[in-house]
């Protein structure tokens, strides 16, 4: 029997988490400790999205636009490590940018 499935009922099922653990790994490289801000900069149709934490933060036009906000963001909170995807989904580059706060100047 087929399980019928809504298109989006805005809880993903266990099938799409482990589609999407698989092609945006969420968990830092074997010995690398993950930045408390972990930035996704991902396409989703002919926008970018700006996640914060796996929570969103911004919808984009570009993904220059969502790479300067996810920048802005992580200066805003003293650090950041940000992951950004190309068109597909793959893992192009990421960079972790560290502001020193007031006191530490």
Known sequence: ?????P???GVPTSD??????????????KGKSMSAN????LANSEAWVVT??????ATCHSRA??????CK?????????IFVHDATGE??????????RREDR
């Open 1 to 5: 029997m087929v399980e019928a499935r």
């Open 7 to 9: 298109i989006f009922s």
């Open 16 to 29: 799409q988490i482990s589609h999407r653990s698989k092609r945006f790994p969420m968990a830092p490289e």
């Open 38 to 41: 972990h930035f996704q900069i």
């Open 52 to 57: 914060l934490s796996g929570k969103h933060l």
């Open 65 to 70: 636009e969502a790479y300067d906000i996810a």
């Open 73 to 81: 963001k992580a200066e805003e909170l003293g650090s950041g490590e």
């Open 91 to 100: 893992l192009e580059f990421r960079e972790n940018i560290h502001t020193p």
